[in-house]
């Protein structure tokens, strides 16, 4: 039976940053990694599996070799952030701030639709290729899941640490995500 002991040192290719922590907390082994080298890291034996948006896998042509995923787990994924500056921000007109506002709450919940989309298109294009999903056996979904739950106050205090507001954003984080489900 497959335990999280299974997981310690496996080589996984992250971007780094919360990835690599998520690995060392479950005793995976983070590699940072440039996308376009996973591929030869993978077939060469340097790296035992990758964390990736499941897109990713078949633009990298990752799909010819691997043949399992896990699914049902939240290891995490991209993130797409479009910013201005505070200054600049600040001198728009309160009715641009208003409309990009509103653009930007538009453009997410599309976006976010269109990713959840593309998502089930590709486990389909994924799983006819011979890639397995399954999820993690119970216990070991139970452990990976309580150690995974304290990366983002590790994440936060290391920000904090930085003197950066960390803790403030996590909180925020999760209000948000609270606020979406309920």
Not at 72 to 92: C, H, P, Q, R
Request: charged share 25%; proline share 3%.
């Amino acid at each position: 039976m497959a335990s999280d002991q299974d997981l310690k040192g496996l080589k996984l290719r992250t971007t780094g940053g919360a990835q690599d922590l998520t690995l060392r907390s479950i005793g995976a082994t983070p590699v940072r990694m440039a996308a376009p080298d996973t591929y030869k890291s993978l077939s060469r034996g340097t790296l035992d599996g990758v964390l990736f948006p499941l897109d990713s896998v078949i633009s990298y042509n990752i799909d010819k070799l691997v043949k399992h995923s896990t699914e049902g787990e939240n290891f995490g994924s991209f993130i797409v952030a479009y910013s201005i500056s505070d200054a600049t921000w600040n001198k728009l007109t309160p009715e641009t701030r208003k409309a990009m506002t509103e653009a930007a709450d538009e453009v997410n919940k599309t976006a976010c639709a269109a990713v959840d989309r593309q998502d089930d298109e590709t486990r389909q294009k994924l799983k006819t290729s011979g890639v397995v999903f399954a999820p993690l056996p119970a216990a070991m979904h139970a452990s990976v899941a309580g150690k995974l739950s304290e990366v983002g106050n590790e994440w936060a205090k290391g920000l904090d640490g930085r003197g950066k507001k960390g803790t403030d954003v996590l909180k925020e984080f999760r209000a948000l995500l609270t606020k979406t489900d309920g």
